[in-house]
C-alpha cells in the first residue's frame, strides 16, 4: 500500500505546486489538528477550501491519502471547482473521507489497475510539504478503516458490561482490569449499603453504631459509590477514545461553554440515632470560559424533594473558577461560588379545633446562601471529555438542605468531596 | 453539648469524603394534657421511640384521666448558641375535639432535619383508644384495655393487653404481642409472636419475610389457614400436623377465623395447653 502524508499547514515553502495560493489558518505549535484520510479507490482531484474559500489542500485520488488540517469547517471541491461535499475536522480526530460513488474505480478496473494519474514519484497530495511515510501513520490510516464502526460500538459494549469495549479494540488485559475494578467498586458499595441498621435509633436507650464504626461506612460506602461512578464514565470514554484515536487527547483549551454533572458528599453529625449521616447533592452546571483560564457561570442547579412536610428545594449558584495549570490531560483550578437554595413546605395537616394553640398550617418557605471555595482537578479522556474531583469548603449562611430531606445547620463549615464529569463546546 | 466527633473520625473523614463541624444541643421537656372528655388519642409523632403504660382507670386516685410523657429534643448545630436555641424551637401540641384527642409535633421548617425527637415513657388511664403513629421506632404499650392501632414504618412492636381489639402495621420489625383481643397484624419483614390470652378470636397474621409462632386460645370452632413456603406445625388439642405450601382446617361452627400467612418463613400453631 502506497500511503502519502501531507501536513498542510507547514507552508513556508510550498515545495510541489502553486495551486494554493493563499493559506489563512497555517497551524503553528501547539494548534489543534486533526487528519482526513481519502480512500484508495476513487479517481479524480479534490481541493479542500476552508470556510473562508482558500484552497488548503489538493489531492489527486487513486491511492490512500492522509492530510492533516487545522480543527475547523472544510468543503470539498471536485476539478471544475464544484463543492461535492463538506466536512468537520475535529481536533486530534482521524477520519475518513466518504467521495460520491461516482468517483468510484469499477470493479473491473481494480482487477486490472490502470495507471494512477499521478505520477508514482509524484506526491498525491499536491498542496504542502509531504513528509515520510511513517509506521505509525500507516497504522492509523488502517485504524480508521477498520474501526470506524468500532467508535460507537465500543463505548456502546462497555455501558452494557464494563471493559467489554476495550476488549472489543482488541485490548482484552485492559478491559478484564476495568471489568474486574468496577465489579468490585460496585460489590463493596453494595456490602457497605446492605452493612447498614435501618432500624438503628428505633430502640429507646439504644446508643446505636460507634461513631468510628459508622462514620467508616458511610465514609468508604459514598467514595466507592463516585469511584465507581467515575470508573465507569471514564471506561466508556476511554472505549470511544481507544476506537477513534490511540493518541492521548488534546484537552479543548479554547472552549467556550462546559457542561457539568457534578455529585457532592459529606459524611457529618446528625440529630439522635444514627449520629451521623450522609449528605449528598447532585447538581447540573454551565460554565462559560470568559477568558482563557477563566471560567465563569451557573452551577449546583438541582431540585430536591423530602417527604418531610413534602418539601420541595430549588437550588443554583454563581462559580467563578481560574485554571492555573493545564498541561496534557490534566487540569488544575481554583475558585469559588455561592449556591442559593428556596425551600417550599406544604400546609400542615387542619387543627382539630380552632384556638391560641392551633398549628400554623399555611406552607412554609426557606431560604439560604451558601459561599464556597474549592480546588478542581480534571482528567481529559478526550478532547472534549473530563472526569473531575472538586473538594470545597463550604459555610451555610442557613440551614442547608440535601437530598433524602438530610440538613446541615447554619455556620456548620463543611468540607465536601465532589465527583464530576464535564463536557465541553 | 460536645463537639462533633472525634479526632480520628475527623482525619478520616477529611482524608476521605468530609465532614461538617458543629455542636450537638438538648432540650428535655414533659407534658400534661387533661383527658377527662377523651375516647380516643391519637399520637403521631416523627421517629421517636414510644413506651405507653396504661394504668386501671378505675382507681383515679392512682390513675388520674391526664396523658403525661417526657422526653427531649435533639439537635445539632453550627454554633452552641444555635444548638440551644434549635432544640428548643420544636414542641408538642395537644388538641382535643368531641371525645378525641391527638399529640402531634409542631416541627418548624427552619428546624425541620436538625433537631430529632427522643420520646420517654407515655402515660395514661387504660380505657381510652389509643392510635399511634410514628417513623422509625419501637412501639410499646402495656396494660391497656381499649382497643390499639399501631402504625409505624420500622420497628418492633411489643403489645400486652388491647383487650377490645388490635390492629399493628409494621414496615420492619418484630412484632411480640399477647392479647385476649382480635388482632391484624402485619409486618414487612420480621417476626411474629402472638399469644391469645383471654377467650377465642380473630387473629389474622401476615409477614413478608419471617416466621409465624401463634398460641391460641382454643382450637374450637376455629376455621384455620396457614399459607407459606416454608414449614407448617401445627400442635393443638384438635389438630395436629406438619406440612409446607398450605393448610387449611375448620373445627365446629369454624367462626373464629385464623389466617397466617408468610411467604418466606415457618409457621408455628399451638394451643394454650398442648397437652
Given amino acids: ?425 | 453539648m460536645r463537639r462533633c466527633g472525634k479526632l480520628h473520625a475527623f482525619a478520616l473523614l477529611v482524608a476521605t469524603v468530609g465532614c461538617a463541624l458543629g455542636f450537638r444541643g438538648e432540650a428535655p421537656f414533659t407534658g400534661e394534657h387533661a383527658l377527662d372528655t377523651t375516647d380516643e388519642l391519637r399520637i403521631e409523632l416523627p421517629d421517636t421511640p414510644l413506651t405507653v403504660l396504661a394504668c386501671a382507670a378505675d382507681d383515679v386516685e392512682a390513675c388520674p384521666p391526664v396523658l403525661s410523657y417526657d422526653g427531649s429534643w435533639l439537635s445539632v448545630a453550627g454554633t452552641r448558641a444555635d444548638a440551644r436555641d434549635q432544640a428548643a424551637t420544636p414542641v408538642l401540641r395537644f388538641e382535643r375535639a368531641d371525645g378525641y384527642a391527638l399529640l402531634r409535633a409542631d416541627v418548624p421548617l427552619s428546624v425541620v432535619g436538625i433537631v430529632d425527637l427522643e420520646m420517654g415513657e407515655l402515660r395514661l388511664p387504660d380505657d381510652r383508644h389509643l392510635d399511634l403513629r410514628t417513623g422509625v421506632g419501637d412501639v410499646s404499650v402495656r396494660g391497656t384495655e381499649a382497643t390499639v392501632i399501631v402504625d409505624a414504618e420500622i420497628g418492633d412492636v411489643e403489645i400486652r393487653g388491647a383487650d377490645e381489639g388490635l390492629a399493628v402495621r409494621t414496615g420492619q420489625g418484630n412484632l411480640d404481642v399477647q392479647t385476649p383481643g382480635h388482632a391484624d397484624l402485619g409486618t414487612g419483614s420480621g417476626h411474629v409472636e402472638v399469644t391469645q390470652t383471654g377467650a377465642p378470636r380473630d387473629l389474622l397474621v401476615s409477614t413478608g419475610q419471617g416466621d409465624i409462632t401463634v398460641t391460641l386460645a382454643s382450637d374450637a370452632d376455629i376455621d384455620l389457614e396457614i399459607r407459606t413456603n416454608g414449614r407448617i406445625s401445627v400442635r393443638t388439642p384438635s389438630i395436629t400436623t406438619v406440612t409446607s405450601g398450605q393448610f387449611a382446617r375448620r373445627n365446629g361452627n369454624g367462626s373464629i377465623r385464623i389466617e397466617l400467612s408468610s411467604p418466606r418463613g415457618d409457621v408455628e400453631v399451638r394451643g394454650v395447653d398442648p397437652g
Fill in chain 1, 1 to 425: 500500500m502506497t500511503l502519502h502524508w501531507a501536513i498542510a499547514g507547514i507552508l513556508a515553502q510550498p515545495a510541489v505546486s502553486t495551486a494554493v495560493a493563499h493559506y489563512d489558518a497555517a497551524p503553528s505549535q501547539g494548534t489543534q489538528t486533526g487528519r482526513l484520510v481519502f480512500p484508495p479507490d476513487h479517481r479524480g482531484t479534490v481541493t479542500v477550501r476552508d470556510a473562508s474559500g482558500n484552497a488548503v489542500a489538493q489531492v489527486s485520488l487513486g491511492r490512500r491519502v492522509m492530510v492533516e488540517l487545522p480543527a475547523g469547517s472544510y468543503a470539498l471541491h471536485d476539478a471544475d471547482d464544484r463543492k461535492v461535499g463538506e466536512l468537520e475536522v475535529e481536533a486530534g480526530q482521524v477520519q475518513g473521507v466518504e467521495l460520491p460513488e461516482a468517483w468510484a474505480v469499477p470493479e473491473a478496473e481494480h482487477a486490472a489497475p490502470t495507471p494512477v494519474e499521478t505520477p508514482k514519484n509524484q506526491p498525491a497530495v499536491t498542496t504542502g510539504r509531504l513528509g515520510p511515510v511513517t509506521p505509525e501513520a500507516e497504522r492509523e490510516v488502517e485504524l480508521v478503516r477498520r474501526r470506524r464502526w468500532k467508535r460507537w460500538a465500543s463505548p456502546l459494549l462497555s455501558a452494557v458490561a464494563p471493559g467489554g469495549g476495550q476488549a472489543l479494540n482488541g485490548q482484552p488485559g485492559r478491559g478484564l482490569a476495568v471489568f474486574t475494578g468496577t465489579l468490585g467498586m460496585v460489590l463493596g458499595t453494595v456490602a457497605l449499603w446492605a452493612a447498614r441498621d435501618p432500624a438503628e435509633g428505633a430502640t429507646p436507650g439504644d446508643p446505636g453504631r460507634g461513631a468510628p464504626e459508622e462514620v467508616t461506612r458511610l465514609a468508604g460506602f459514598t467514595g466507592l459509590v463516585s469511584a465507581a461512578g467515575l470508573l465507569y464514565i471514564g471506561q466508556i470514554l476511554d472505549a470511544h477514545a481507544q476506537a477513534v484515536d490511540r493518541r492521548g487527547p488534546k484537552p479543548w483549551r479554547r472552549h467556550q461553554m462546559a457542561f457539568e454533572v457534578s455529585r457532592f458528599t459529606t459524611v457529618a453529625f446528625a440529630p439522635g440515632q444514627p449520629a451521623y449521616d450522609l449528605y449528598s447533592d447532585w447538581s447540573l452546571a454551565l460554565m462559560g470560559q470568559l477568558v482563557p483560564r477563566v471560567t465563569f457561570g451557573l452551577s449546583d442547579a438541582s431540585i430536591k424533594y423530602s417527604r418531610n412536610r413534602q418539601s420541595l428545594t430549588v437550588q443554583a449558584g454563581v462559580r467563578t473558577a481560574y485554571r492555573f495549570f493545564d498541561r496534557r490531560r490534566v487540569w488544575l483550578a481554583v475558585g469559588g461560588g455561592a449556591l442559593f437554595q428556596g425551600t417550599r413546605a406544604d400546609d400542615l395537616p387542619v387543627p382539630l379545633a380552632e384556638g391560641p394553640d392551633s398549628f400554623a398550617t399555611e406552607s412554609e418557605r426557606a431560604y439560604t446562601i451558601v459561599p464556597y471555595v474549592h480546588f478542581d482537578a480534571r482528567l481529559f479522556l478526550l478532547d472534549r471529555w473530563s472526569l473531575g474531583l472538586m473538594p470545597r469548603v463550604s459555610l451555610p449562611l442557613l440551614p442547608r438542605r440535601f437530598a433524602r430531606g438530610r440538613v446541615l445547620p447554619r455556620y456548620a463549615a463543611t468540607f465536601e468531596l465532589g465527583a464530576n464529569v464535564g463536557v465541553y463546546f
